[in-house]
């Protein structure tokens, strides 16, 4: 079935450093979003990419759709204490499970002073 | 507008128990769906609806039944709860081709 993988697992970075998420899909994707959920809270939508090769910024965030449509990136510049959460890629179902949103396992992102 | 409204916010209960966890909508969106969130596990899909009257699984609906009779309301039903479910589960809702809005989750236990 679907799958959208999600790499790294864990990210450790130091305040001021970047970071970096990967995401990929087994199947082509109408669409990509992105989610961030702080510690104790819910996922909240980011962002959502549509066409091949898209690059959206939101400050210090930018996203990437790749040009095959199958993979993502998320990159956050000189991060802040603020950014820690988990990063979550999602990507639609198409035909039968059209209705489906498939999430990447996430990346949880730590960020010391 | 208040968003997705998920109640109870903490829940316990005991082996074998049955209960029902509520969300509802406002914003007129046809998508809804059950997440359960476990350490590591990311969102597993329980159950998902396009709209009412019409509901489909996910990939962990075992245990677990839903109905959408109106397009605003999406119960979740544990027919008889057993530890494994202990769990955080979030409703969540959209539109096609738009991001989800979730609600603020579910914390439940089973002892």
């Known amino acids: 079935g679907q799958q959208v993988m999600q790499i790294p697992q864990y990210q450790h970075v130091q305040e001021g450093e970047d970071f970096t998420t990967y995401c990929n899909s087994s199947?082509?994707?109408?669409?990509i979003q992105w989610y961030k959920q702080r510690p104790g809270g819910h996922p909240v939508f980011l962002i959502q990419?549509?066409?091949?090769?898209e690059v959206k910024k939101q400050k210090r965030l930018t996203f990437q759709f790749g040009e095959a449509k199958k993979n993502s990136s998320l990159h956050i510049t000189a991060t802040q204490t603020t950014d820690v959460g988990t990063y979550f890629c999602?990507?639609?179902?198409?035909?039968?499970?059209?209705?489906?949103?498939?999430f990447g396992r996430g990346t949880q992102l730590t960020v010391w002073p | 507008n208040a968003g997705v409204t998920q109640t109870p916010k903490f829940q316990v209960l005991k082996t074998g128990q049955s209960m029902t966890l509520q969300c509802a909508q406002d914003?007129?969106?046809?998508?809804m769906s059950w997440y359960r969130q476990d350490p590591g596990m990311g969102l597993r899909l329980i159950h998902y609806?396009?709209?009412?009257?019409?509901?489909d699984q996910g990939e962990v609906p075992n245990g677990y039944n839903v109905s959408r009779s109106t397009t605003e309301d999406f119960p979740l039903r544990l027919l008889s709860a057993a530890p494994s479910q202990t769990s955080v589960y979030f409703c969540?809702?959209?539109?096609?081709?738009?991001?989800?809005?979730f609600g603020s989750g579910t914390r439940l236990t089973v002892v």
């Open positions: 969540a809702s959209r539109q096609q081709d738009y991001g989800y809005t």
């Open positions: 199947t082509t994707l109408s669409n």
């Open positions: 990419l549509v066409k091949s090769g």
């Open positions: 999602a990507g639609p179902g198409r035909g039968s499970t059209l209705g489906r949103l498939y």
């Open positions: 914003m007129n969106h046809e998508y």
């Open positions: 609806s396009v709209g009412a009257g019409i509901t």
